[in-house]
């Protein structure tokens, strides 16, 4: 009998018009929607739905919109195939999308979660604006091989590795000195390619510092409960079913790698052979193929 597990993407995935279709034809899509424009104090639909880009785009603004929209996702997913999410026993998501997991699995409320969501992406922001800073994709690498080249490339800046996604595809994160160094000396040192992402900083490093700080303080005052299902952490690839590990656990994670990968291989040695990314994009797809060819995952259209 197959194992079901969802999975909910990370910031990057957004674009403009995500959650149109779902929010004209379902009410409760709707209304996920408008309860979140009151908490947030501006019109969330009007941002995801019609842009512009570029404020969709930033930091603070897209961390909440994705988390909105791919619960708008899920509940388009429990109107038309109600068993798949009832027969769901496993969850994980990429960085935010962490979040959008532990609503699913009860350990937040949706107004609880989206709170969180908003101080972190206005944290992140904070941040990111203090030290000039980004991420570079490198692709053709093992984490060896890529840790030489942060090691190589970090000279007297801040460099490493922040994403390990799937074989031959690891993110870097450092000061902007660093990381166009390790661009360049990416394909002289193997890789195929070194891809810089249009991201605001260096998330998942000690760039981050004040952040973790600040999320700390919100996630101290969040209510939060034991998990219905196991949801994957990002930091060290293991569900967790006590509500303070899970606190501490998305503290550290915005300072630590997100061990998507390994958090992928402990779902497959589980048994779950059946997934769905529940969330804009096809991007958690295409990464679950480069680590199992065999497995299905179907993306829920938003």
């Known amino acids: 009998m197959s194992r079901i597990a969802f999975l909910f993407p990370g910031q990057g995935a957004q674009t403009v018009g995500m959650g149109r279709r779902l929010a004209e034809s379902l009410p409760s899509v709707r209304d996920l929607y408008d309860r979140a424009g009151a908490v947030l104090g501006y019109d969330l639909a009007e941002l995801c739905f019609h842009g512009p880009a570029e404020r969709l785009d930033s930091t603070v603004c897209s961390q909440p919109a994705l988390f909105v929209t791919s619960l708008a996702a899920l509940e388009s997913l429990r109107q038309e195939s109600p ?15 962490e979040y959008t997991a532990m609503v699913f699995a009860g350990v937040l409320d949706y107004e609880d979660g989206l709170m969180l969501v908003q101080r972190r992406g206005a944290a992140m922001q904070d941040a990111s604006d203090a030290t ?15 840790e030489a080249l942060c090691d190589k490339a970090r000279g007297d800046d ?3 590795i ?12 450092g000061d902007n000195a660093a990381c166009e160094r390790a661009a360049e000396m990416a394909q002289p ?4 390619k070194a891809v810089p992402l249009a991201v605001a900083g260096a998330f998942h490093t000690q760039i981050m510092r004040p952040a973790d700080q600040r999320l700390a303080e919100a996630l101290a005052d969040a209510p939060m409960r034991r ?3 196991p949801v994957i952490s990002n930091v060290d690839a293991r569900a ?12 550290r994670q915005v300072l630590h790698p997100v061990r998507w990968e390994d958090s992928m291989r402990v779902l497959l040695e589980q048994g779950f052979d059946q997934f769905y990314e529940v969330g804009p994009g096809r991007v958690l797809r295409g990464l679950l ?4 060819r065999t497995v299905s995952c179907q993306s829920v259209d938003v």
């Open 189 to 192: 040192m193997g890789a195929m």
């Open 227 to 229: 998990p219905k299902i």
């Open 162 to 173: 922040a994403n390990l996604l799937c074989p031959g595809n690891i993110v870097i994160s």
């Open 132 to 146: 000039p800073s980004g991420m570079v994709s490198i692709l053709g690498l093992e984490r060896v091989q890529v």
């Open 83 to 97: 068993e798949v999410v009832l027969s769901c026993e496993g969850a994980a998501g990429l960085s935010l999308g």
């Open 289 to 292: 193929r480069r680590i199992d």
């Open 158 to 160: 801040v460099l490493e």
């Open 240 to 251: 967790h079913d006590d509500p303070e590990e899970i606190r501490q656990l998305l503290i």
